[in-house]
């Protein structure tokens, strides 16, 4: 059954979490935004080595639950894996979470979330 149109019809925007590259490359292709002040929130976070698990955990909770022009949430493998749980947990149709290799670390299909629903419901 799908969603009602009352469930995605304001969300407008990608939101991404991911390494430098990854972002830097999302910004250039177009995906900024910034929401009018005095909120002033991004719909991007770039993660290095130094970023508190708990900021990259207040991200993902801000794009999924708090924001609602989020449509989709890019998010690198990764990144996606120091927040397993967080990720896992998450079920809602939307936003949509996809995860995305980078530069340094290879997309492994057996990590991804999404990847392991299908193979469950195809009885793999």
Same mark, same amino acid.
């Not at 939101?15 to 991004?42: C, K």
């Not at 936003?95 to 999404?114: G, T």
């Given at each position: 059954?799908?969603?009602?149109? *009352? ?5 407008? #925007? $990608? ?11 999302? $910004? $250039? ?5 910034? %929401?009018? +002040?005095?909120? *002033? ?6 993660? !290095?080595?130094? %970023? ?10 801000? #794009?999924?639950?708090?924001?609602? !022009?989020?449509?989709?949430? $890019?998010?690198?493998?990764?990144? /996606? ?7 896992? *947990? #998450?079920?809602?149709? #939307?936003? /949509?979470?996809? =995860?995305? +290799?980078?530069?340094?670390? +290879?997309?492994? +299909?057996?990590?991804? *979330? ?9 009885? =793999?």
């Amino acid at each position: 059954m799908a969603a009602p149109a *009352s469930a995605y019809k304001d969300r407008h #925007f $990608l939101a991404v979490i991911g390494d430098e590259d990854s972002v830097t490359g999302l $910004l $250039l292709a177009g995906i900024g935004h910034v %929401t009018n +002040p005095p909120d *002033s929130q991004r719909n991007f976070l770039v993660v !290095d080595k130094k %970023t508190e698990t708990s900021a990259i955990e207040a991200a993902f909770d801000s #794009f999924t639950k708090t924001r609602k !022009d989020i449509a989709i949430l $890019l998010i690198n493998q990764h990144v /996606a894996e120091r927040i397993r749980e967080r990720v896992d *947990s #998450f079920t809602d149709a #939307f936003p /949509a979470i996809l =995860e995305i +290799p980078s530069k340094e670390h +290879p997309y492994d +299909p057996e990590k991804d *979330s999404v990847m392991r629903r299908v193979r469950r419901l195809f009885g =793999e």
